[in-house]
């Protein structure tokens, strides 16, 4: 269950949401049986009330949205990109601690 701040991003929304914000914006490409997946939930929940009115912080199910996946070259679950200007500013894989994607966002938000 995704906290309240944290958004949910698929082929409708995409674009609007992600592509063509005005802030950077996390995606976490993830899926309901991937158990580091699930370790991962808690963080991203914490990242989005962190960043709430600074930058976006969304999840993908890979399985919903396998199209998505796809386009951005997903091959393991969890993947968290960091997109920026409607470009992928940068790409982790797996699950990290929190203090690595506040870093990566930080970036964004302070170049």
């Not at 998505?68 to 091959?75: F, M, P, R, V």
Request: with cysteine.
């Amino acid at each position: 269950m995704a906290g309240a701040n944290t958004l949910t991003f698929d082929e409708s929304n995409f674009e609007t949401e992600v592509l063509k914000s005005d802030v950077p914006v996390l995606v976490d490409f993830w899926a309901q049986w991937c158990g580091p997946c699930l370790m991962l939930a808690p963080t991203i929940d914490e990242l989005a009330q962190a960043y709430a009115g600074k930058a976006k912080v969304g999840k993908v199910n890979v399985d919903e949205a396998a199209g998505l996946a796809s386009q951005y070259g997903i091959q393991n679950i969890p993947t968290v990109v960091l997109f920026h200007q409607g470009a992928q500013a940068t790409r982790i894989v797996g699950a990290k601690h929190k203090r690595e994607y506040q870093a990566a966002i930080d970036a964004l938000l302070n170049p």
